[in-house]
């Protein structure tokens, strides 16, 4: 596939997947071998993504990701986007008790790569602003301004 009709598969999954929460998108889009660079080996992509997607709009029910800029060369898709939304459920980041709701908005800014195969997602390496995160809900302190 071209890298302009790769750019327009994930504009489309990010709206369907994390802004509107059809989690039937996950499995549209990843390949069945999909791997998450920023999880330890072995873990199930898609049984994962579906269970950050859920607990992210759990957290925040109004999530909405904004993708700024976007490039493709090569197959790969690189982006950067803000993620926003008002913490109003209980914030899961992990193992633990997780984060009951704050009533505070975020802003946070995340940078993602994505390699595509046959038009599906077959890998990802994806950072963003925990930290950031954390201090605007409360959890930690030196609350900043959010990062556009």
Known sequence: MSNEANMTLTRAFMERAFNQGDLAAV???LGGTAVDHQEPVGVNFTTHLK???SALRTAFPDLHFEIHQMLAEDGIVAF?????GTHQGLL???????VPPTGRSIKVAHMHFVKFVDGRGVDL????????LLQQIGVLPGM???VA
């Open 51 to 53: 269970q950050v997607i």
């Open 27 to 29: 499995d549209e889009h």
């Open 80 to 84: 950067r986007s803000t993620m926003t």
């Open 125 to 132: 390496w994806h950072v963003w602003d925990n930290l950031g």
């Open 92 to 98: 899961q980041l992990g193992p633990g008790p997780g």
């Open 144 to 146: 900043r301004e959010p």
